[in-house]
């Protein structure tokens, strides 16, 4: 299956660990105006809910995630500390 280029660059959340190159995880994706899941793979183990950044699509509903904080939310919390 060709790859799924338009879930590259979404953020999702982990719904089960994964365990770096010993095996997937599974991810739950913001995508296509829904959500989807997919096989999770990382270069290291990542724990169950950790927001993540796809960088790479693997075809066959596989993708590769890293950790990911979005950087928005920094301006929320400083918007709350201005006050």
């Known amino acids: 299956m060709a790859p799924d280029e338009a879930v590259v660059g979404c953020a999702g959340v982990l719904l089960v660990a994964t365990r770096g190159t010993a095996g997937p995880g599974e991810v739950r994706v913001s995508v296509r105006g829904g959500t989807e899941t997919f096989l999770a793979w990382s270069g290291e183990p990542l724990p169950r809910?950790?927001?993540v950044l796809v960088i790479e699509s693997r075809g066959n509903r596989q993708v590769d995630v890293i950790e990911w904080a979005d950087p928005l939310d920094?301006?929320?919390g400083n918007a709350d500390d201005a006050n």
């Open 74 to 76: 920094a301006l929320v």
């Open 49 to 51: 809910g950790t927001q």
